[in-house]
């Protein structure tokens, strides 16, 4: 055994222990990577850990899955929120996002999967064009799960100049192009422990049904899942009906092409409707809802609860930080708990013990990675996040006759109360600090990249002309 | 001058600067616990001061009012959420608190206002039972600004055995004593720069008409705020049909009472049409909204962007830690503008920078206290908030085109972002750390209290049946 964790309130997510599976006065033990006894105090021998730690006063979850990021976009935090729907992309994000280099992307990615790990994340759902790039600068090195998905779309730069009822024309090389990339990683990561190879049809607006067909067949073939935005809103809508016809939409023309199974990772789905989630969910499709996001961008709750409903995996994502926010994923969790209150006016809908479990074992089975993580398990990788509930935003916490535990992380918690997290039996994050990583000087990389980018984007910013180029010349921003 | 903040992003609040009244490499003097310099670069002359702060990649906002808490509650944090809005109270927190002591409250208050501190609050809108003990054993001694209201009912303890139709029987020898309290508390506190004292009817269904009227006089006599939970739901509207007739609500009857006024706070009116929202608003009523809390017991987004609509003065409080989570400021104010988005199906809803006036200058007319703080003004006591921006969940920020340390403080922030606190000149908090509290002690006094509080009270808690009981025994929680 190389690590033990002793003393710590276990909360297990492991159904056959009952309840979200708490133990008290838990030990864990890890070796190789591996989780090798759960138990609760004496019985787990850990005399001949290579290092014990006292997790008295701690909770230990399994790490939280972030199911869905484009953590590229961190490094233009701020640049676009507040926004009508059809201003943010055009007006707001994409004049600005236009003028960073890849390697602007790389120190992005870095600012928000620290920032994600200090939350206790330790799956990443991470979604982005060259992912591999990513994959190698970003998550290797800081010792993160990634569950990578290329971006494949057939759309060229220059769909501004279109009306929304003006299907984008494809570049069917393009998308070729991003699906040989996605067919690459799966050569390369093929034996890693960390990394799992998604492919990524951006939406149905954006790539032609014969590429989608060759995405499905690679994805057959390599037994592997596909990540995609489905039904996101006014605009995509318009399109389907320009290129699909009307009276179509996502979901019906994605079932005619035979894409709605059990290998399908459905996000957001709020432009849908209720036949049409209760059909994805019947589908087996599994679904991602990004609350923070989709409250700021659109003014709407994704339909985290409605999947839940129906029975269907579901997992939890912060999307991208002009969306507006970060990445902490307890106040993410928290955000999707209240909202699913007032949208449904219930305040018992998605209550502390189910965010929780979205956020953990709901996310690794909404990715395909349940087999290796989401819960404490003997057998499953070791990714633990450990919280200490001795934080003034936490406390006070008792045992009897229930577990406040559970609601005040969920509730009060916030990202500072992680103290440690531990991937693959390795920690990323010790004592409130990203291993390996001198914030100061990732902060001020990303501070004069930020800058720079802002600089570059300013004129087309202003052409652009989004309602915060008046509210900043008005001293509001 | 004692004390000087040079180099910041000053967030004045101030109107006559335009916007948010930002001052770029801003200096603030201050001396005898007042702001005495406000300027940019070396337009102000700090060589006299006995101490300069470097605000240099730091954001200087006034300090946050947090208009409305019951902060004793903090110690029985996650006692009372995700269960039925009508359980909420008698079934969940009614059974926990009841086994509090006065001491207990101290200690609980203690721990909720040191986590307001830590997240940038100077302005306190406390609001309890004998707030006298809280003021001298918790807000003086932490060097709190508190808008100290005691509540006033006439309600005995008894009333859990009536039906919701039958009135609650008062008792006007409780209120006569409550309000001798309330009065005690203006002589007491008359010439105490740091306490403003409120009277607190607590609500229209639990004081009668008489009494409410010697509050009234009061209130006159002595120019002092009337702060009451108005139209709070179910139970209070069977309640006002009751006792004051078919078709009477508490707007319509507050308005017969003659209390429709500028001296009058209104909290929550989640309960109120929106016919009678406008009522309020045009009689000059004051406002304060706490999001996460009705949304965490009702399942509803309080009037907040309604009343902003109305030009009425609006604050934002965090209520009290079970109802659910705790008193970080800048995530209630996100909180705030989430909700109001979804609530509006606007992202334009409650943008990041009227959150922040919401949250600052808002607050402080809210509770009437906009002489003295909620800018940044020469002449104002000096209650300030220092962010530090080069933290990782608020990097980067840039200046050009726009201050994304706005948005990114109010959606990314979160509470660890605060590096220093000063109330009427003096640091409440430096280094992340309240003055003079030993965390860990507090910590660990407020555990032992609430494992007695929660032990002592399980059989009534049981007996009561709320859903936690079954939660908790499914090893849910």
Redesign the interface.
Known sequence: MELAVTGGLLVTMDDS??????VEDGTVGIGGGEIVAVGSGGDVDVSDADRVIDGSGRAVLPGFVNAHMHTTHT?V???A?????IE?MNGALGPITRAMTPEDEVVGSR?GV??AL?SGVTTFGEYTSHVGRLVEEVYRPLGARVAATETINEVGEEREDLGPHDPYPFDRGKGEADLERAHALFERYQSDQLVTPIYGPQALDMISPGLLEEIAEGATERDASIHMHVAQGERERLQIEARYGAGESTVSALADLGLLDDRLIAVHCHGATPDERARLAAAGVRYIGC??SI???????PPVSEFLGHGTDVGIGTDQ?PG???H?FL?EL??AS??A?????????L???EALRVGTVGGARALGLEDEVGTIEVGKRADLALFDL????V????D?????????LL??G???AVESVVVDGEFVVEDGSVVGVE??G???E??E???RV??EA?GD??AAGS???T??D????
Chains 1, 2 share one sequence.
């Not at 001795?390 to 935003?393: E, I, K, N, P, Q």
């Not at 406390?395 to 008792?398: F, G, K, Q, R, Y």
């Open positions: 222990r009952g309840g979200l599976g708490i490094l935090r701020g640049g929120q507040d926004v009508p729907e943010w600012l620290c920032e200090l609350p923070s409250a700021g961008i659109d003014g709407i709750t930080a507006p926010g970060g902490a106040r928290r955000t209240l909202l209150k007032t949208d449904l006016s219930d305040p018992t809908a209550p502390a013990w001795d934080r003034l935003s406390a006070p916490t008792v009897r006759p229930l577990h406040t535990a559970i609601p005040n509730y009060a916030g990202g500072n914030e100061r990732l902060v001020a990303a501070t990249r930020a800058e802002f600089a300013e910013w202003r309602s915060l180029v509210a900043s008005g001293g509001w921003l």
